[in-house]
């Protein structure tokens, strides 16, 4: 799976939780603060990306990234 993939799971699990930025452009700078999420939203999405991406790894470390394109450069690093 390349990054845009991992990038398209993770957008996808923000619409799953935030539907009512269904018409938004996501871009790597995003971060999940100034969409809307608050702290369980946030874990909602990671927690939904993990699974999707069958990634096992501590959820603390997925907390660490300030915007959707650090969670995805995190998330398909850990891929490999």
């Known amino acids: 799976m390349n990054r845009n993939n991992v ?3 993770i957008k ?3 619409l799953e939780i935030l539907p009512d ?3 938004h452009k996501f871009e790597d700078s995003d971060s999940l603060e100034a969409l809307g999420a608050n702290s ?3 874990a909602d999405i990671v927690m939904l990306a993990l699974e999707e991406l069958a990634l096992a ?8 990234p300030k915007s959707i ?5 995190l998330l398909h690093g850990k891929m490999a």
């Open 57 to 64: 790894i501590p959820r603390i470390e997925a907390f660490g």
């Open 69 to 73: 394109g650090e969670l995805t450069d």
């Open 21 to 23: 930025l269904a018409t």
């Open 7 to 9: 990038f398209d799971v």
């Open 40 to 42: 369980m939203n946030k």
């Open 12 to 14: 996808n699990c923000v």
